[in-house]
């Protein structure tokens, strides 16, 4: 895995090197220079290198694409085009881009540089992606039934001392959680994939049992990436214990769009709609009331890491 870590980090820097050639060095285009001199695939190649260097991936995206179209023989572009678009994570079209690049019109350094490229395109670009997760963890409760901290309390306007077990109780546990995902690349242009996630909980408590939980779930949809966009559709179902009772049956529908912004920042938003259905058991004889269909709305933006 360092290995691997190691070559992709060296293809990006060659590629990164490799752009850097398109122009002299030292030159500072702006979008004026373009308006300039529009079809000048060198102009428009420094101007890109620019956009990359204040992170503006997606603009350089757009500036090189043009200029890719307009002029296929210049191979510098290209080979800019292909490093950008893997830098967006649109592993499918930066393939093409370069495998589309006449070797002959690159240098030999740049020659190498393309076919790291293409090889970690490929080594990304495989058809099953799976991972297991396995988490470990542990809590304290100073109060895990949730009895007042006075001990007393009202019934029917009645005062009265909680005793024995009613009284606070504190408690430990601990938690195993094993989390199996698998994606499948469906072959097509934008990327569409197949995929899955399995995951099983378990929450034990050392003393207030009726507080013991075991949970299991599955979710199957499918993912799309195109360019600057990636969205998830599927649908998912959870079943859940609470003392040993089945408790809980929730399932649902859930879509995801996510939204690149640049290099560093994504924004996204998930929509969900779900079924709970609570079963009455010793520990909650009154759990089908909270049965219901749930809708959740939510978004955000975030960074992450390259």
């Known amino acids: 895995m360092e290995r691997a870590t190691e070559s992709s980090r060296e293809a990006v820097g060659a590629a990164a090197r490799s752009e850097q ?33 204040a992170g503006d991936l997606l603009g350089a995206s757009t500036t090189l694409e043009r200029i890719v179209l307009t002029h296929p023989e210049a191979a510098d572009a290209q080979l800019l085009y292909g490093f950008v678009l893997y830098r967006l994570d649109d592993a499918v079209t930066a393939r093409t881009v370069l495998t589309a690049i006449d070797p002959t019109r690159l240098a030999p350094a740049q020659r190498t540089e393309r076919e790291q490229l293409l090889t970690q395109i490929d080594s990304r670009s495989r058809s099953l992606h799976q991972s297991f997760t396995l988490s470990l963890g ?17 019934v029917a306007d009645t005062p009265g001392a909680l005793q024995g077990e009613a009284r606070v109780r504190k408690d430990w546990g601990y938690i195993v959680q094993g989390i199996y995902d698998a994606d ?24 207030v049992g009726n507080y013991n939980t075991v949970s299991g779930g599955a979710e199957i949809g499918l993912r799309r990436q195109d360019g600057p966009w990636r969205w998830q559709a599927g649908v998912f179902i959870t079943q859940m214990t609470l003392y ?62 390259w």
């Open 138 to 154: 542990g809590h304290h409760d100073s109060n895990r039934n949730a009895a007042p901290d006075d001990g007393n309390v009202l």
């Open 244 to 305: 040993g009772d089945y408790f809980l049956n929730d399932y649902g529908i859930e879509f995801k769009p996510v939204r690149k912004l640049d290099a560093n920042w994504e924004a996204f938003g998930e929509f969900r709609v779900e079924r709970q259905a609570f079963h009455d058991i010793v520990a909650d004889p009154t759990g089908n009331e909270n049965s219901g269909y749930t809708p959740t709305l939510s978004g955000c933006e975030k960074a992450l890491a």
């Open 184 to 207: 499948y690349d469906l072959g097509t242009d934008p990327k569409t994939s197949v995929f899955t996630t399995l995951n099983l909980m378990r929450d034990k408590q050392m003393d």
């Open 21 to 53: 050639r398109a122009v002299p060095e030292g030159a500072t285009v702006t979008y004026q220079d373009v308006l300039k001199n529009p079809d000048d695939p060198r102009v428009n190649a420094a101007y890109a290198r620019a956009q990359i260097k």
